[in-house]
């Protein structure tokens, strides 16, 4: 437990090897993100064996989240790859062509020719280069461009002034979403959403396939901005995507979207995760800079649960040296918002879970005046760990649960390690064993304070909470499981 920020590690070349996955565990990774956007089948069954494979050898759950491709509309590819084109010059965007020249190309989708309308722009390569439609044919989309550079193979393309009316979820990612429910990955990362029904539809897949698959919902789309508060309440959690955000929108705009779907995210109990150039200089350089530094502590400040590095990760030379980062700056930022006592605004909750969200709220504010070590809880579904995660309390949360579903999707949530453990019958059963895993993964030191949520389930009468304060004894030689 080396943070309660969650990281997110994107995997990839520069991080698919065994070891240099248990190195980005070592340096406080707690959920491992694949994108489909990229790679074979193979390589990512490789590395999801692989994380599997590393989970087992330290005490606590590690996710696993899919990153659904979505309508990503790319370049098909150019000859010569990497060509320059100018200000001024005249591109043709072709509806087909296997292989296309910088100033003549196809896109991967040939609607594309039909749906952009006269003036509207055509953005490539995170909006590097400009393009502005001027004409059309039955087969072409003639644009001037605006800003020009250097046009490569299978770079992206963004229509911010364009409502292409495609669906969030393609063919492509209904299989990616069926190799997901058998490989029982923990979360799926829905991109391009752009209203909370795309997120039912997902879900309602997951549902009749008996997974229990948590869906992500990326928030890159000026549609999704629009519907945010419908989207967030539905989502099981929230990416802000400040990529393609910061293409389809001012960039001015982004922070603003984020401040705003933390505070939503708070509001609603949803874990959300900050995305996208977060330690881009660290792709080449072995150091942050001091901007990306401050990033992420605002991160931090704004309540974001999880930050994910994506590149830095999968591609770049330092990929556990930006875990490390990350854990640093995140671990002092959390020292200092601990110390100010903030206050804690009530969680809006469906009414069956509002007693147990007040709960959570009683137990932030008595740690504020009792020293306690830990907060353990003992749980069925994950509710209550989930509850207490958005309290924000100023100590590290383990989640003591059978299932190990749910124990891995615990990785997500600010402050929440997951721990799998046999079924207890009572109050005296779970205080033993949990304090004897505490005292042998050293994450308490005998005559510390802990705090103790049982449930209901292991109460007298099985009709009442109840929050215990216990004091860590000396171990017995009696072994953990």
Same mark, same amino acid.
């Given at each position: 437990?080396?943070?309660?920020?969650?990281?997110?590690?994107?995997?990839?070349?520069?991080?698919?090897?065994?070891?240099?996955?248990?190195?980005?565990?070592?340096?406080?990774?707690?959920?491992?993100?694949?994108?489909?956007?990229?790679?074979?089948?193979?390589?990512?069954?490789?590395?999801?064996?692989?994380?599997?494979?590393?989970?087992?050898?330290?005490?606590?759950?590690?996710?696993?989240?899919?990153?659904?491709?979505?309508?990503?509309?790319?370049?098909?590819?150019?000859?010569?790859?990497?060509?320059?084109?100018?200000?001024?010059?005249?591109?043709?965007?072709?509806?087909?062509?296997?292989?296309?020249?910088?100033?003549?190309?196809?896109?991967?989708?040939?609607?594309?020719?039909?749906?952009?309308?006269?003036?509207?722009?055509?953005?490539?390569?995170?909006?590097?280069?400009? $393009?502005? %439609?001027?004409?059309? !044919?039955? /087969? *072409?989309? #003639?644009?001037?461009?605006?800003?020009? =550079?250097?046009?490569?193979?299978?770079?992206?393309?963004?229509?911010?002034?364009?409502?292409?009316?495609?669906?969030?979820?393609?063919?492509?990612?209904?299989?990616?979403?069926?190799?997901?429910?058998?490989?029982?990955?923990?979360?799926?990362?829905?991109?391009?959403?752009?209203?909370?029904?795309?997120?039912?539809?997902?879900?309602?897949?997951?549902?009749?396939?008996?997974?229990?698959?948590?869906?992500?919902?990326?928030?890159?789309?000026?549609?999704?901005?629009?519907? $945010?508060? %419908?989207?967030?309440? !539905?989502? /099981? *959690?929230? #990416?802000?995507?400040?990529?393609?955000? =910061?293409?389809?929108?001012?960039?001015?705009?982004?922070?603003?979207?984020?401040?705003?779907?933390?505070?939503?995210?708070?509001?609603?109990?949803?874990?959300?995760?900050?995305?996208?150039?977060?330690?881009?200089?660290?792709?080449?350089?072995?150091?942050?800079?001091?901007?990306?530094?401050?990033?992420?502590?605002?991160?931090?400040?704004?309540?974001?649960?999880?930050?994910?590095?994506?590149?830095?990760?999968?591609?770049?030379?330092?990929?556990?040296?930006?875990?490390?980062?990350?854990?640093?700056?995140?671990?002092?930022?959390?020292?200092?918002?601990?110390?100010?006592?903030?206050?804690?605004?009530?969680?809006?909750?469906?009414?069956?879970?509002?007693?147990?969200?007040?709960?959570?709220?009683?137990?932030?504010?008595?740690?504020?005046?009792?020293?306690?070590?830990?907060?353990?809880?003992?749980?069925?579904?994950?509710?209550?760990?989930?509850?207490?995660?958005?309290?924000?309390?100023?100590?590290?949360?383990?989640?003591?649960?059978?299932?190990?579903?749910?124990?891995?999707?615990?990785?997500?949530?600010?402050?929440?390690?997951?721990?799998?453990?046999?079924?207890?019958?009572?109050?005296?059963?779970?205080?033993?064993?949990?304090?004897?895993?505490?005292?042998?993964?050293?994450?308490?030191?005998?005559?510390?304070?802990?705090?103790?949520?049982?449930?209901?389930?292991?109460?007298?009468?099985?009709?009442?909470?109840?929050?215990?304060?216990?004091?860590?004894?000396?171990?017995?030689?009696?072994?953990?499981?």
């Amino acid at each position: 437990m080396i943070t309660k920020t969650r990281i997110v590690a994107t995997l990839g070349p520069a991080s698919a090897a065994p070891q240099t996955i248990s190195h980005l565990i070592e340096a406080g990774v707690r959920v491992f993100r694949l994108n489909f956007s990229h790679g074979e089948l193979s390589a990512h069954q490789a590395m999801l064996a692989a994380v599997r494979n590393a989970a087992q050898k330290v005490p606590f759950a590690v996710s696993v989240m899919g990153d659904l491709c979505g309508p990503k509309i790319r370049l098909c590819p150019i000859q010569p790859d990497g060509g320059t084109i100018e200000p001024g010059q005249t591109v043709r965007i072709l509806r087909q062509l296997d292989a296309g020249r910088p100033d003549c190309f196809a896109t991967t989708l040939p609607e594309l020719v039909d749906r952009v309308r006269l003036g509207q722009r055509v953005l490539l390569d995170d909006g590097a280069i400009v $393009l502005q %439609a001027e004409s059309k !044919t039955d /087969d *072409a989309l #003639l644009c001037r461009v605006l800003v020009g =550079g250097p046009v490569r193979s299978r770079k992206g393309v963004n229509l911010p002034d364009t409502d292409l009316g495609i669906p969030a979820i393609t063919p492509r990612d209904w299989q990616w979403a069926d190799w997901a429910v058998q490989n029982q990955l923990d979360y799926l990362a829905l991109s391009f959403v752009q209203q909370a029904d795309e997120i039912v539809q997902l879900k309602q897949a997951l549902q009749q396939k008996h997974s229990p698959i948590k869906v992500v919902a990326k928030i890159e789309k000026p549609r999704a901005v629009d519907n $945010l508060e %419908a989207i967030v309440r !539905t989502a /099981d *959690a929230i #990416l802000v995507a400040r990529g393609d955000l =910061g293409v389809e929108m001012p960039a001015a705009e982004v922070p603003l979207i984020q401040k705003r779907i933390t505070l939503l995210g708070r509001r609603f109990g949803k874990p959300v995760i900050v995305a996208t150039q977060v330690l881009q200089s660290m792709i080449e350089n072995p150091s942050p800079t001091r901007a990306e530094v401050s990033d992420i502590a605002n991160a931090v400040m704004d309540y974001a649960d999880a930050i994910m590095l994506s590149g830095e990760t999968a591609v770049g030379k330092y990929p556990v040296e930006s875990a490390q980062v990350i854990s640093q700056v995140c671990a002092r930022t959390e020292e200092y918002l601990d110390a100010q006592k903030l206050p804690r605004p009530p969680i809006e909750t469906d009414p069956d879970l509002h007693s147990l969200s007040v709960i959570a709220r009683c137990v932030a504010q008595m740690l504020d005046e009792i020293p306690c070590a830990l907060v353990l809880v003992a749980t069925k579904t994950g509710t209550t760990a989930r509850l207490l995660s958005k309290a924000r309390i100023d100590v590290p949360i383990i989640s003591f649960c059978p299932d190990e579903r749910i124990n891995q999707q615990m990785g997500l949530h600010y402050g929440v390690s997951g721990v799998v453990c046999p079924m207890m019958a009572s109050l005296e059963e779970f205080t033993a064993y949990a304090q004897k895993a505490v005292l042998k993964h050293g994450w308490a030191k005998p005559g510390q304070q802990i705090l103790l949520l049982p449930g209901r389930d292991l109460l007298p009468g099985r009709d009442s909470q109840a929050i215990v304060l216990h004091s860590l004894q000396q171990p017995t030689d009696a072994p953990v499981s």
